[in-house]
């Protein structure tokens, strides 16, 4: 029996939070007694593939047809559960991302299988499969047991270590027959974001509000990221602006990402932008306000005027790094 991982990629590489959800099926593979085999759909180079086997897959089953570099949930959905017939698996995981909910729910419905979206940890195998999970915008926590034959997990990405071991995936081709109608929704064309540390995938992340004044004062955090080799970030109310791309908006409504330390220059700290970063584990606040609500979560503060303090903290961060 093998556990199931939904892995994607970019048509070149397998990113981090992908690599991550192969070492989480890994563990709980030698939990159990499984094995680990990766589903990967269109077309990346074999090596990418057989590299999952340092983070402990022993295969990976490659649905090779260039239609599926896109997203079709139906047809993802498709793929994913003749990987579950051909491996006869109970466990299934996924990230807990775009892509991932909205693929593992129907998979979930077809297999009557019990679901949990945002895990947190590896499942409680002592008091039957019990896994934490973060709920009210991350306030709170969940514990929640799992009690069908077949399980489906949403790993949040971003909350384990990664650690490689020696290892060679073996690839076998996945035959999957579609139908015209599951490609309904047609892909015209797919703007990425090049040249920058992508944010979902981002160890460092500085990002601003309304308290930088204006997008004139954004080459500030800019500068600093720069330093850092940190993605930026806003929120919501400057990409409401205009200020910056919507991609960049992280909160309850835009993305929720969970860097290992997020810089907020400018940004109050309303309920609706911690939901998106509360998980990071180091928040660091910069704000002209001394009762900002964000000081509360914050692991470090400084009141301060950002155009004041962001030039000296990039000039500190520029000398560390010449003197690593």
């Known amino acids: 029996m093998s556990v199931i991982v939904l892995v994607e990629h970019n048509g070149r590489a397998i990113n981090k939070k992908n690599l991550e959800a192969v070492q989480y099926a890994s563990v709980i593979a030698q939990k159990t007694g499984a094995t680990v085999t990766a589903v990967i759909l269109g077309t990346v180079g074999a090596r990418e593939m057989e590299s999952l086997g340092q983070y402990g897959a022993q295969k990976v089953l490659h649905v090779d047809d260039a239609r599926l570099n896109d997203l079709h949930t139906r047809v993802y959905a498709c793929a994913l559960l003749a990987a579950v017939q051909k491996e006869n698996s109970k466990l299934i995981i996924a990230l807990n991302d775009i892509s991932g909910r909205a693929v593992a729910p129907r998979v979930a419905v077809k297999l009557k299988a019990g679901l949990v979206g945002g895990a947190l940890s590896y499942p409680d195998l002592d008091k039957g499969f019990v896994i934490k999970k973060s709920v009210f915008s991350g306030k709170a926590f969940a514990y929640v047991n799992i009690t069908s034959e077949i399980k489906v997990i949403l790993l949040t990405p971003n909350t384990f270590p990664l650690n490689k071991i020696e290892g060679k995936a073996a ?4 035959n999957v027959i579609f139908e015209e109608k599951d490609f309904g929704i047609k892909v015209k064309e797919v703007n990425k974001v090049t040249g920058e540390v992508p944010l979902a995938d981002a160890g460092i992340v500085v990002s601003g509000g309304r308290g930088m004044k204006g997008p004139e004062n954004w080459g ?3 500068d600093l990221a720069k330093e850092f080799g940190a993605a930026t970030a806003c929120s919501r109310p400057v990409a409401d ?3 910056r791309p919507h991609h960049e908006h992280v909160g309850q409504t835009g993305g ?14 309303a309920i609706q932008h911690l939901a998106g970063v509360n998980g990071s584990k180091t928040i660091v606040v910069i704000n002209t306000d001394p009762e900002a609500p964000f000081f509360k979560a914050a692991n470090y503060g400084v009141v301060g005027d950002a155009r004041e303090v962001l030039p000296r903290l990039t000039a500190a961060v520029k000398k560390f790094n010449q003197h690593k």
């Not at 690839?171 to 996945?174: A, S």
């Not at 929720?256 to 700290?269: C, E, N, Q």
């Open 171 to 174: 690839i076998e081709k996945l």
């Open 220 to 222: 500030l955090i800019e």
């Open 241 to 243: 602006a205009h200020w």
């Open 256 to 269: 929720t990402i969970r860097p290992d330390l997020y810089v907020a220059v400018g940004i109050s700290g």
